[in-house]
């Protein structure tokens, strides 16, 4: 077993595993008191504290080169390079006192012409094993002449940052340094930060090529249609891009060039809350020996994970490598899209399940980036929150929102596909009242999108949202698709939907002065 020299990286560890096999990972995970193994044969691993994004505690480095460029605010947060330094030097000598250390090299982009080369370096057997499904693992002789990375993570995450640093927040950082090509985390143990880390590089390089970023996950049906499905955290991206009948491009992330899509990455990232083999066999059967299953709850004796609990978290999650979803489609590269589908959590339930957009209505959704999310309360009916993520991913967007918007237009004016809304959240009522779409039905609207069906009937439009919504869909009862028909109080129902449409109008305020006349004219009729 051979180590290998972060001399360059001024780390002087001298055992270092290199892009170790998954079996010698469990082994160092298991000794090091890091993990169990489930009764699935998956890594069963806990992230301590942290069991979600630090977004508050995220910075990019204000550099000469690039500060023209970025959107600074709540999401991109300035860091001088001094602080940045400090925390570099924080986290390499904090590795250097560690007796063992992991390397990961591996590949962001399966699209030769645009994949970076990414160097993660870790302390943790089980951050090595989760890097190792998410990013594109390089054959033997391309990790041969691997050479120098494009960027390296440099995950000190089990020590903290000194919140009395200059512009720190906490006592957790992490670090983003473009013109090193450095990321630094201190003080969090999340896995997530990393592919998250490689997400927002790319999303900073592609566009400067003319290349869109996404945060969607893809697949492609057996005539080489491609469909792309934008979302937030449980909206559906994972759950319904894993579908037998059509290939899977990658269930988060991609990148649209003049020659078609391509994934980021060489693994899945699924939430695992309320997994079941009934509801998402791809996923199920994917949790299996090489998976990692971050701050899961297990039967001490069985080993058996109890999905439906949130003890720990209620983002519990699942990687595992892409090939393990039996149709994916490798190398994970395809054509032009021909739909493209946000999808968004409706916890207010006055979205319809499906509706078809013009283009200046994608344009206004795509910026938008609405979700619902259930406000948690003790007591009582739990009220939704609204949640607008700018490009369905504004933690990860580095340019202004517009920019994105504007290369999306572009590609889908050049691609002519076809943009639709699709609500996974609740029907009948808001959450406490009405109950959560049927999985089965959206399945069926999906169908209908990708088989051509839905765009030969009628449509109406909503009144308010101004959205075209289909009179019928096949497998999907008529009353469904009429959010109103659905809701026993109709008083109830205008006055709920009246209060989303404000709440989108004073969202898009500050992205107004960015957008055309057309597009601002594209949301709800307030």
């Known amino acids: 077993m051979s180590t290998f020299d972060l001399g360059s990286h001024g780390i002087r560890t001298k055992n270092v595993l290199r892009n170790a096999a998954p079996a010698l990972l469990y082994e160092q995970a298991i000794l090091r008191g890091e993990g169990r193994v489930a009764s699935s044969g998956a890594l069963m691993a806990f992230s301590g504290e942290k069991t979600g994004r630090s977004p508050k505690d995220k910075r990019v480095v204000d550099e000469k080169s690039t500060t023209g460029d970025i959107w600074w605010g709540n999401v991109n947060i300035k860091l001088s390079e001094k602080s940045f330094v400090i925390n570099r030097q924080r986290a390499v000598d904090f590795l250097n006192t560690r007796d063992q250390l992991f390397v990961v090299d591996g590949y962001a982009g399966w699209d030769e012409r645009y994949r970076l080369k990414i160097r993660v370096v870790c302390l943790n057997a089980y951050h090595a094993l989760f890097m190792h499904n998410m990013l594109i693992r390089p054959t033997a002789e391309q990790l041969a002449h691997f050479g120098k990375p494009d960027y390296v993570i440099y995950n000190a995450g089990v020590f903290p940052a000194n919140p009395h640093t200059s512009e720190m927040s906490s006592s957790t950082s992490v670090d983003l340094s473009f013109e090193r090509g450095e990321v630094v985390i201190l ?277 308010l949202f101004g959205l075209n919504v289909p009179a019928s869909c096949p497998n999907v009862p008529p009353e469904v698709l009429v959010p109103k028909n659905t809701w026993a109080d109709k008083a109830k129902y205008d006055a709920t939907a009246r209060k989303l449409a404000a709440l989108f109008h004073d969202n898009f305020k500050k992205y107004a002065d960015h957008a055309s006349d057309a597009i601002r004219g594209a949301g709800p009729r307030v």
């Open 187 to 463: 003080g969090t143990q999340y896995a997530g930060e990393m592919k998250k880390g490689v997400f927002t590089i790319m999303n900073y390089l592609m566009p400067k090529r003319g290349v869109l970023s996404m945060h969607c996950s893809a697949n492609e049906g057996s005539g080489g249609d491609v469909s792309l499905f934008f979302g937030l955290s449980g909206t559906g991206k994972t759950t319904l891009s894993a579908d037998p009948r059509r290939k899977l491009i990658g269930d988060d992330e991609h990148c649209w060039t003049d020659e078609g899509i391509f994934n980021i990455e060489g693994g899945c990232y699924a939430k695992a809350i309320n997994l079941s083999a009934e509801s998402e066999p791809e996923i199920w059967a994917a949790i299996r020996y090489g998976s990692v299953l971050e701050n899961v709850l297990y039967d001490q004796e069985t080993r058996v994970v109890d999905y439906t609990s949130t003890a720990i978290t209620e983002n519990t999650r699942c990687s595992y490598p892409v090939e393990y979803i039996p149709n994916a489609k490798i190398p994970c590269v395809a054509g032009q899209p021909k739909n493209v589908i946000f999808l968004t959590c409706d916890a207010f339930g006055v979205l319809p399940p499906v509706s078809r957009l013009s283009p200046e209505q994608a344009m206004y959704h795509f910026i938008s980036g609405y979700t619902a999310k259930v406000a948690g309360t003790e007591m009582g009916v739990k009220d939704p929150e609204a949640t607008f993520s700018a490009c369905f991913g504004a933690a990860f967007m580095v340019w202004h929102p517009a920019k994105y918007a504007e290369l999306l237009a572009t590609r889908i004016r050049k691609s002519g596909a076809t943009a639709w809304l699709v609500n996974t959240g609740w029907t009948g009522g808001a959450h406490g009242v009405g109950k959560r779409m049927s999985l089965r039905h959206t399945r069926a609207i999906l169908d209908a999108i990708h088989d051509g069906s839905l765009a030969k009937v009628k449509y109406a439009e909503d009144a």
